[in-house]
């Protein structure tokens, strides 16, 4: 995708989805097409403050603006769409967009949580259900009549369990216990041992505690765990079931609270844990989603979360519905 267009800045707007791990930037036009991208390491305000995020962001706005071949002159565009990780609460939401506003990027800015854009990525016209789960786990709803359901997503203190990193802790957690005798025993071992190509998992812990291995590492594991729980390992499929509990959980919560379990909500989930996981993991979180709304349409998402934000800029420049349809086949995931 890109490059080449020439104009003012009303013929553009520039979305960004900001998550934990990685952030995504594209200049898109008003009939739908993607001019400019780039992609960087992860801009959520709460991880790294919102000087940095603000800066992060600019580097990366700067670079898609190059290579859709138009000048770095502000306004750069119509409109920017920044959705982001880390924004739980109003205050969070109106000290970025003081942030933003003063850069000048575009004649008019939006700013809001990651999990919406992810929501308006995956459904028709932004309502319903999401549930993201990348590094962590979050849930939103937006009902017809524009109410919504959100959650702070802080770690535990919010509540919170299920994120990848999470995920990741528990096998380690697991194949420690296993090791030591302390625990039952689980394949999780000898993989975590493989995986980090170590000789056991207490050297595995050692890395860790003597900050050899970063981490970061430990959302690694994420995938591991899904594996060896396919495989049959009940321990890890333990796991797994309380992962799909927790994302049921976050589905049915909103969907009573919107009061949508009569009618036909979809369901969008995303993340990078969720989008890896295998047919079969989807495939019972729909299940126990709809004894709580039997008409819901659960799906994972395939496009990236920065569409729904590119959507929603879409959307506040009243660009013409088949230019949104035209982005949406643009960027579908194959």
């Not at 104009?7 to 960004?16: E, K, N, P, Q, T």
Request: include cysteine; glycine fraction near 14%; charge should be negative.
């Amino acid at each position: 995708m890109g490059g080449g267009m020439t104009g003012g800045s009303g013929d553009v707007v520039v979305a960004i989805d900001g998550g934990n791990s990685k952030t995504d930037v594209l200049i898109v036009s008003r009939d739908g097409r993607v001019l400019g991208q780039s992609r960087g390491p992860g801009a959520s305000p709460q991880n790294i403050g919102v000087d940095a995020s603000v800066q992060l962001l600019e580097k990366l706005v700067l670079e898609a603006l190059r290579g859709a071949g138009l000048p770095a002159e502000r306004p750069f565009a119509a409109h920017t769409s920044a959705y982001l990780a880390g924004l739980d609460f109003p205050e969070e939401e109106a000290v970025l967009h003081a942030a933003l506003a003063a850069r000048g990027w575009s004649d008019t800015l939006i700013v809001g949580n990651d999990t919406l854009a992810l929501l308006r990525a995956g459904s028709a016209d932004g309502t319903g259900v999401a549930v993201v789960c990348g590094a962590g786990i979050n849930g939103a709803g937006v009902s017809a009549d524009g109410r919504e359901q959100r959650f702070p997503a802080l770690g535990k203190i919010s509540g919170d369990w299920g994120g990848g990193y999470r995920l990741g802790e528990e096998a380690l957690w697991w194949a420690v216990r296993a090791e030591d005798g302390r625990g039952p025993g689980t394949a999780l071992q000898a993989a975590v041992t493989a995986h980090f190509k170590a000789s056991s998992v207490l050297e595995v812990v050692r890395r860790l505690h003597f900050e050899d291995l970063h981490s970061d590492s430990i959302h690694g594991l994420c995938p591991l765990l899904f594996a060896v729980a396919a495989g049959g390992d009940e321990v890890a499929q333990d796991v797994v079931d309380r992962f799909v509990e927790e994302v049921a959980l976050l589905v049915s919560v909103i969907l009573r609270r919107l009061e949508l379990t009569e009618e036909a909500p979809e369901v969008i989930l995303g993340g990078g844990v969720l989008t890896g996981v295998g047919a079969p993991v989807i495939a019972e979180i729909e299940r126990r989603c709809l004894k709580v709304a039997p008409r819901a349409v659960i799906q994972v998402v395939d496009v990236a979360p920065v569409v729904g934000a590119a959507l929603f800029a879409l959307d506040t420049i009243e660009a013409p519905d088949a230019a949104k349809l035209a982005l949406k086949a643009a960027t579908k995931r194959v």
